[in-house]
């Protein structure tokens, strides 16, 4: 069976960092369409963050030059770095990777609360 699963989230003060993993089991992730972290804060949309795809990485406006996607060399691991964050960072995150146009997958997400 495959899936993935983030881990890393947790509460870290203003300014701070944090380092989100999403790993797969089951597979690697050598085929992909698009690997991609979203975030949803309490009462908004989900929204997506970060993306590693075909056409190269992209990420959200409010993210660029503070968060970093990447993937380890046994491409069984997905990263997101998160530097300077702020309270406005507060969401669940989680990852998602299209391996195919109909094969998608969710992993379950993590907490990142920025609070002093």
């Known amino acids: 069976q495959v899936y993935i699963a983030e881990s890393g989230g947790g509460l870290v003060r203003p300014g701070g960092s944090l380092r989100l993993s999403c790993v797969v089991f089951?597979?690697?992730?050598?085929?992909?369409?698009?690997m991609s972290w979203y975030r949803q804060a309490p009462g908004k949309q989900r929204e997506v963050v970060a993306v590693?795809?075909?056409?190269?990485?992209n990420y959200a406006d409010s993210v660029k030059g503070r968060f970093t996607i990447s993937n380890n060399d046994a491409r069984d691991t997905m990263f997101l770095q998160m530097n300077s964050l702020n309270p406005e960072d507060t969401a669940v995150y989680s990852c998602?990777?299209?391996?195919?146009?109909?094969?998608?997958?969710w992993g379950q997400g993590t907490q990142v609360t920025v609070s002093a």
């Open positions: 998602q990777w299209r391996r195919r146009v109909n094969e998608l997958y």
């Open positions: 089951g597979s690697t992730f050598d085929v992909y369409l698009s």
């Open positions: 590693i795809s075909s056409s190269g990485t």
